[in-house]
């Protein structure tokens, strides 16, 4: 996908969120104005719209001069995002701050691209990153053609191309990032946050983010970019949970007799903790497996702490049974996958294990089978 339909993507995203902001004010100062002159304007009208709980409103529908001159007051409590639409497929994403006098000129079968904006600062910033993005998308299109058009035995010039085209994507990347640098107060930086993936270019989000926060923070906008860094953060946390040389979170829970077990009781033995439940096929055949590495290095100060995803205690205990799963520790607080260590350890599939040394810190996480087996051999050596 080009950078020009990611952006486009992502500004169409914009304007389906819910806005929270009031169309009428008694204040003066909060009307803005637009006007312009657009040529090919004959026969059209232009539909200003503002998106209120997921819905179009339509704010107010603009007849032109014959000249092809238009105006429009709108009331504008706070900065947002509007749209002037000569068609569905045919509009221009405005940003409005009270009190504005925007003016608008170009062509208007061709509101997506080309306008020339002033009087309004974040508008202006907002289409100065639509110009830039527009020329990146022609030049990469241009090169995908070439590459495209090489014959197999052109390699040498395919790499040619290929390398301009790397070049030139780096090149808009790094007009992105200077682009969010510089504007990260202002909400045309989300334009520009369509074109990056937070993967790779976490930090321009949270620079995003935090420069939105005094000015937009209290828009359904602002609240969806947190979300999603918060939520990719909470993601990369997950992964670093069980890093080697974690250390796990505390498990307290009740075994088969009602009696509380915590994992911390085993501080001082190499711990298996194992994720497991007796409607789990992958489990229950790997049960014999743990059996059989428990019975071989027990002794030497290997132990399993089992934690169950039931929901009935009576499958627990039959399967605990069933299974000869011997060692002592074996905790549910039977709410299935609402399991409160579940949750705490962010299991989403089981069987999931993670293998701690004697000070509870981690050794390794997912070892099942030959794999588990390999790594006790490791640290008992034999």
């Given at each position: 996908m080009s950078n020009l339909k990611k952006i486009a993507l992502f500004i169409g995203f914009l304007t389906i969120i819910s806005c929270e902001n009031t169309t009428s004010a008694d204040v003066q100062d909060n009307v803005a104005s637009i006007s312009g002159k657009l040529d090919n304007s004959e026969g059209k009208e232009l539909v200003l719209m503002?998106?209120?709980?997921?819905?179009?409103?339509?704010?107010?529908?603009?007849?032109f001069s014959d000249a092809g001159e238009f105006e429009v007051k709108v009331n504008v409590k706070n900065i947002d995002f509007y749209q002037l639409a000569a068609s569905q497929q045919n509009a221009a994403i405005l940003i409005l701050s009270p009190g504005e006098s925007v003016n608008l000129t170009g062509d208007a079968n061709n509101l997506r691209s080309g306008l020339k904006v002033s009087g309004s600062e974040h508008?202006?910033?907002l289409w100065s990153y639509y110009e830039k993005a527009q020329e990146s998308a022609l030049v990469s299109n241009q090169l995908r053609q070439e590459i495209n058009a090489l014959t197999p035995d052109q390699s040498a010039k395919k790499q040619e191309l290929i390398d301009k085209f790397n070049e030139s994507s780096?090149?808009?990347?790094?007009?992105?990032?200077?682009?969010?640098?510089?504007?990260?107060s202002s909400p045309a930086v989300l334009s520009a946050l369509g074109s990056l993936r937070i993967e790779t270019d976490f930090d321009y989000f949270v620079k995003a983010r935090d420069g939105l926060k005094s000015t937009f923070g209290t828009t359904p906008y602002y609240k969806d970019l947190d979300k999603m860094v918060e939520s990719y953060k909470a993601e990369q946390s997950?992964?670093?949970?069980?890093e080697p040389g974690s250390e796990v979170p505390e498990i307290t829970q009740n075994d088969p007799?009602?009696?509380p077990r915590s994992l911390s009781s085993l501080k001082g033995k190499v711990v298996l903790i194992d994720f497991w439940a007796s409607w789990c096929k992958p489990c229950r055949r790997e049960n014999p497996n743990v059996v059989r590495l428990y019975n071989k290095y027990n002794k030497k100060g290997?132990?399993?702490?089992?934690?169950?995803?039931?929901?009935?205690?009576?499958?627990w205990i039959q399967a605990i049974s069933a299974d000869g799963l011997v060692w002592e520790n074996h905790v549910s607080d039977l709410q299935f996958w609402n399991s409160a260590a579940a949750k705490l350890y962010n299991v989403s599939s089981i069987p999931f294990?993670?293998?701690?040394?004697?000070?509870?810190?981690?050794?390794?996480?997912?070892?099942r089978g030959a794999a588990?087996?390999?790594?006790l051999k490791e640290i008992y050596g034999f």
């Amino acid at each position: 996908m080009s950078n020009l339909k990611k952006i486009a993507l992502f500004i169409g995203f914009l304007t389906i969120i819910s806005c929270e902001n009031t169309t009428s004010a008694d204040v003066q100062d909060n009307v803005a104005s637009i006007s312009g002159k657009l040529d090919n304007s004959e026969g059209k009208e232009l539909v200003l719209m503002r998106f209120e709980n997921n819905k179009p409103v339509i704010l107010d529908t603009i007849s032109f001069s014959d000249a092809g001159e238009f105006e429009v007051k709108v009331n504008v409590k706070n900065i947002d995002f509007y749209q002037l639409a000569a068609s569905q497929q045919n509009a221009a994403i405005l940003i409005l701050s009270p009190g504005e006098s925007v003016n608008l000129t170009g062509d208007a079968n061709n509101l997506r691209s080309g306008l020339k904006v002033s009087g309004s600062e974040h508008t202006v910033l907002l289409w100065s990153y639509y110009e830039k993005a527009q020329e990146s998308a022609l030049v990469s299109n241009q090169l995908r053609q070439e590459i495209n058009a090489l014959t197999p035995d052109q390699s040498a010039k395919k790499q040619e191309l290929i390398d301009k085209f790397n070049e030139s994507s780096k090149s808009f990347s790094d007009y992105t990032k200077t682009y969010i640098d510089k504007n990260s107060s202002s909400p045309a930086v989300l334009s520009a946050l369509g074109s990056l993936r937070i993967e790779t270019d976490f930090d321009y989000f949270v620079k995003a983010r935090d420069g939105l926060k005094s000015t937009f923070g209290t828009t359904p906008y602002y609240k969806d970019l947190d979300k999603m860094v918060e939520s990719y953060k909470a993601e990369q946390s997950k992964g670093k949970m069980f890093e080697p040389g974690s250390e796990v979170p505390e498990i307290t829970q009740n075994d088969p007799d009602g009696n509380p077990r915590s994992l911390s009781s085993l501080k001082g033995k190499v711990v298996l903790i194992d994720f497991w439940a007796s409607w789990c096929k992958p489990c229950r055949r790997e049960n014999p497996n743990v059996v059989r590495l428990y019975n071989k290095y027990n002794k030497k100060g290997f132990d399993v702490f089992s934690v169950s995803l039931d929901k009935t205690k009576d499958k627990w205990i039959q399967a605990i049974s069933a299974d000869g799963l011997v060692w002592e520790n074996h905790v549910s607080d039977l709410q299935f996958w609402n399991s409160a260590a579940a949750k705490l350890y962010n299991v989403s599939s089981i069987p999931f294990t993670v293998l701690i040394d004697e000070e509870g810190k981690v050794i390794g996480q997912k070892l099942r089978g030959a794999a588990l087996e390999a790594k006790l051999k490791e640290i008992y050596g034999f």
